[in-house]
């Protein structure tokens, strides 16, 4: 990207309060950072194309393949450069970025992608080529994946980070090799808002969100590892603007809404002023929630709330830690499996679970096994011949705890790990996609056995056997809660599959997204119900998935039930400002009002009403 200097328009445009000749321009795209700003865009030029033009090299092989190495060289140096500098930025902005940054210099190293550039020089390619058709070929790979094998949710927008961390490593190294040069915001005015085609996540990495006011590109989008790196930086920031280049110019002055996704361009007089409330009230609002770490999670009426987080990467800990989160509520376990060239052994699990269950002290960890299917890939899978296969839907496949049970020493295996880590501190174990009985009693045998055996062996484990619990994810699962909690210890409602299954409609497919509505009064009916269920049998119930972290269903969930909620580290501040604020009685009136409803809308209108009281 090439960055121009902004005229500063925009701001004179703010001081005057005049409006601009034709009025202001309402846009929209996907909210990614939620917040407010007002101030005058900052454009960068398009990215040039970095395809190559030129396929069959005139130098020696020899000479293609110093160049190459060259610029991996120089690549891995500008990614340590990135490294130590967020090491100067928020901890949950460390724990976001560095993740991605150290996958960028594994690749570089020993692996697929070096060995396929490799390959390709030998048969003549220039180094620019080779890298471009390398990567191009994984990412390509990975799409596959998710288009053949119907990838659902959060997997098919892992595949597609994937699929752009191959075409973002590609791309720094051929612009190495091109000597094209990166994104730079040294011009950039304080209080600007950036504006572009597209932002490269090691172009969100150069962001200081005390100068850059908020982000807005055409380009993008939730799901990847610029949304994600924006979310960390705390920067307002909407994505994926469609026409925004046919409105917006270097200084022209824009109001950006990160919760809604609007962003208004040249805005009146009475926009620039509600803008400039809104920007004040955000500020003071970070503050307040920055004060609510430290703070209980207990209702206005006196009832507890246990506001835990979910973790996907030990990385990640930090973030929890100064979130106030009151334990783990879901470890995923599945980093372990992805980019594993062979399956993590039980010594190689112990090790990462006891750190953290280690790190977590006496607060809970709750560790679910492996949630794997034939519709993912990994490489440690697939040479094992675990999956692979051909499925007509892998969504109703075999998956989770029917994968297991199917391959038993997987499951074995991290029994034993999670069960010596118990000896570190307090952890309950999960077991996912449960939809009978039957799976439960098959999977307990397996775990008793094999805490029977390290006891024999003298291995210490925790001085109890952890609970053992279940996801609720279907309606069969839903629908016979209370059966099931006979069998488990303690039930997890995973909303995000419930809401599709129960809904047969795909979040991560465009043709039915507008069906996707966890307020749709199946879905809150069958939460009701597992919560009833459960309380009959004395059986614990908590919730994760998106619903468990959206501030406006917390009082809802409560009213049918709920005491326990998992949900990303950085909402467990504004959820607890919620619970802080509501009454028991006042969340069982609006439960038994909204379950009482049939129409979307309405429900909608309930909640919001709830909301402003």
């Known amino acids: 990207m090439n960055a121009h200097r902004s005229s500063g328009r925009g701001e004179d445009l703010a001081r005057s309060g005049m409006d601009e000749p034709g009025g202001e321009h309402l846009l929209h795209g996907e909210p990614i950072g939620a917040g407010f700003a007002i101030g005058p865009a900052f454009v960068v030029g398009e990215d040039p194309s970095l395809e190559p033009e030129a396929r069959i090299s005139h130098l020696t092989r020899e000479q293609e393949h110093a160049r190459f190495s060259e610029a991996v060289e120089r690549s891995i140096g500008q990614l ?30 020993p692996s697929r992608l070096k060995n396929g550039v490799v390959s390709r020089l030998d048969d003549g390619m220039t180094a620019e080529a080779a890298v471009y058709e390398a990567t191009a070929e994984l990412a390509e790979l990975m799409l596959a994946s998710r288009d053949e094998r ?28 091109m000597r094209e040069s990166f994104l730079s915001l040294s011009n950039m005015p304080n209080g600007a808002i950036l504006v572009a085609h597209t932002l490269r996540p090691a172009d969100a990495a150069l962001i200081d969100p005390a100068r850059v006011a908020a982000v807005v590109t055409e380009d993008g989008g939730s799901t990847g590892h610029t949304a994600i790196m924006l ?11 469609e026409g925004l280049f046919d409105h917006v110019t270097d200084g022209t002055t824009l109001v950006v809404d990160g919760y809604s996704g609007s962003v208004t361009v040249d805005p009146s007089s009475r926009t620039t002023r509600q803008a400039r409330k809104q920007v004040a009230a955000y500020a003071q609002e970070r503050q307040e929630l920055g004060r609510m770490r430290r703070l209980s999670s207990r209702m206005a009426s006196g009832e507890k709330i246990s506001l ?10 930090p973030l929890i830690a100064q979130s106030g989160a009151a334990g783990i509520g879901l470890l995923r376990t599945e980093f ?13 699990q112990y090790d990462i679970y006891a750190a953290i269950v280690s790190t977590m002290g006496s607060d809970p960890t709750t560790i679910r096994v492996l949630d794997w299917g034939g519709e993912k890939q990994g490489e440690a899978l697939i040479r094992a011949g675990i999956v692979g296969r051909d499925s007509i839907n892998p969504a109703l496949g075999v ?10 020493e997987l499951l074995e295996t991290q029994f034993a790990a999670i069960l010596r880590a118990a000896a570190k501190g307090p952890v309950r174990v999960l077991l996912p996609m449960v939809t009978v009985a039957s799976e439960i009693v098959a999977a307990r045998e397996i775990y008793e056995r094999v805490a029977r055996r390290l006891k024999r062996k ?29 069998y488990a210890d303690f039930l997890a409602i995973g909303s995000n599959d419930l809401t599709m299954y129960t809904l047969a409609a795909d979040r991560a497919s465009s043709d039915v997204l507008a069906l996707y509505n966890p307020l749709h009064p199946a879905v809150l009916r069958m939460i009701g119900e597992v919560f009833s269920a459960a309380f009959l049998e004395r059986c614990p119930v908590s919730v ?43 969340c069982r009136l609006l439960a038994r009002r909204v379950l009482a409803e049939t129409d979307i809308g309405e429900i909608a209108r309930l909640l919001d009403g709830f909301q402003r009281n």
């Open 80 to 109: 340590k450069k990135l490294q130590n500098r967020i090491a100067r930025l928020p901890e949950e902005t460390q724990v976001e970025i560095g993740p991605m940054l150290e996958v960028y210099q594994r690749m570089l190293g």
């Open 150 to 177: 119907q990838l659902v949710g959060e997997d098919a927008a892992a595949a597609e980070r994937r699929a752009g961390e191959f075409r973002e490593i590609g791309r720094r190294v051929i612009r190495n090799l």
């Open 231 to 241: 979310r960390a930086l705390g920067v307002p920031a909407v994505l994926a603007v």
């Open 308 to 317: 835990q987080a979910n973790l996907e990467l030990p990385a990640e800990l």
């Open 336 to 348: 372990l499996f992805i980019n594993a060239e062979t399956l993590p052994d039980e010594a190689t």
């Open 399 to 408: 998956r989770g705890i029917r994968l297991l049970l199917e391959y038993p």
């Open 458 to 486: 003298g291995i210490e484990t925790g001085e109890t056997l952890p609970p053992l619990g279940v996801m609720i994810e279907t309606p069969a699962a839903a629908l016979t809660a209370g059966h099931l909690a006979q």
């Open 544 to 586: 994760c998935g998106e619903i468990a972290g959206n501030p406006r269903l917390i009082p809802l969930l409560i009213g049918l039930g709920c005491r326990s909620f998992s949900m990303s580290a950085s909402m467990v501040p504004r959820v607890k400002q919620i619970v802080r604020h509501i009454s028991y009685n006042d």
